[in-house]
């Protein structure tokens, strides 16, 4: 995507266009600061997606107004609290104070766990998004029980289909075009997450459609959309590598 | 009376080689370029630019997409020159291609066909991890730069790197006006997000 930009960019006659070509993945992976923003934790609550919310803030000010959810840990205290955190490492933590606190944002992150972010703008943004905050005493203590999300297909019966295809059941891959050409899932139907829009027409409507891509997030971008426009869909929320004989291997993320 | 005839076919002819004629010409405006290519390739008479519908081994013909209900049929034989696959059938649909051809609109013979390869950047156009955390750190306005997230925006909302404004690649053209700098030598740094 970044490279097809920036060329766009120098079509539109930018004249000092860059790519950071290690992209976002690489950036996480090397324990960078990552922010997120207010709409990001809003969909978490809407879709009821299990999340770590930490007020840093002293509990003092925090009881003024603090974001629904959000379980009291001062920053003066955080680095003793390790203890307090979900053993899944993959939670998504999201932590807020009055100001980017990276030096919190590091010690989370430093404890493994990759899907941490400093909440852009704080709770100010948080209300400013529209959104409501609460008064009153926060909560102590984390709970962290991870859900699948909305339209999420278990792997196991995702397999199943995969391996002895099912009569009211497609599996639509949405990766593509090159990517899909290094090797399919026998049976399955490819039609990329980018002209997804414009080919509706080619999948039927009495079929539950299965979604995979290759980690599951533009699977469940393409469900949305099918969820949207009527059809019967699930998707494969994991990361799937797909061989040429269409042997694949499916593992949890 | 024969001459009559004979006077009425030679009319008749002309006629219909006027109408053919024009019938060629309005086949020649036929389009070579599918839109999205244009961003990066001009117009040219004998190159077609566009998506793969489907090859037929049966009639030797390659079928690509150039409009919305625009479509070459072109043929091709055994010396078609092929890059960026190892044979023709392993491209798969919808993939962009363009095939270089001889003869004209209405039977084009493929004298080379290249598959889009995957995008490439300048090495000086590169920015490093080290090089972006330095930036990071500095900050858009001391470091003079803009930085734009190409991914879709529900991704940047849930993780972006500090500072990152959201562009949508595939609402570039709608949105750049809004999000892009007024100055066009000011840096601006893209990322996206690699494997999806």
Redesign the interface.
Known sequence: MSPESARRAEAAGYTKVKVFHDGLPAWKKAGNLVVSEPAALKELMDKDIAHVLIDLRDAKDAEKGFIPGAVSITSKDLSAEKDRFPGDKSAPVILYADKLDEEAFRTVRGWGYGNTSLLNGSIAAWTKNGSKAEKGKLATAISYVPKPRPGEIAIEEFKAIAEKGSPDKIILDVREADEAMNGMIRGATNIPESTIKNRLKELPKDKEIITHCATGIRAENVFEELKEAGFKTRFLNAVIQVDKDGKYEITKK | MVIKRLRLFVVSSVLAMVLLGTAGLSFAEKPTVLAPCK??HQPEKDLVRGTLVSVSEKFKTINVQVGQKLVWIINYGEDLKITGADKLL??????EIGIRFTGDEKKPYAVSLAVKP????APD?????EE??RL?AMGPEKGGYL??????K?????????HAVS?D??K??EL?DKI?PKE?????????????
């Open positions: 961003q990066c392993s491209i798969s649909k919808d993939k995957p995008a490439k950047v156009k590169l920015v490093t991890a972006m955390s990071m930085l734009v997230d190409s991914r879709p529900p991704r940047f909302n849930e993780s972006h790197i500090p562009l690649n595939t570039f053209d750049k892009l066009k030598d000011k840096l601006i740094i893209f990322y996206c997000g690699g494997v999806t």
